[in-house]
């Protein structure tokens, strides 16, 4: 039986610290667009305030996630993906 995903050597398990931030702020924005749009959109999207509204929920959030990224993912994810693989 073979298996459906592909372990990486030892020695690529740990990714970049750019690697680790780029993907963070990628992930990062995805998850404030849909984070605001569907606030907006339970509320009612003309009663939230329309794309004013929106630009500015995501302007304000967005560099927030940032900051998060920024400061704990260089630390955390290293650790959580040794934790994880077993090492």
Do not use: D, H
Not at 8 to 34: D, Q, Y
Not at 39 to 54: A, K, P, Q, V
């Amino acid at each position: 039986m073979s298996e459906n995903f592909y372990t990486m050597p030892n020695s690529l398990n740990t990714p970049s610290t750019k690697t680790i931030i780029l993907v963070g702020l990628v992930g990062c924005f995805l998850t404030s667009v849909a984070g605001v749009s569907g606030s907006m959109l339970i509320s009612g999207w003309n009663t939230s305030g329309g794309w004013s509204e929106w630009i500015k929920r995501l302007g304000l959030g967005y560099p927030c996630a940032c900051l998060v990224v920024l400061s704990l993912f260089p630390r955390l994810v290293p650790k959580m993906t040794r934790f994880l693989e077993g090492q």
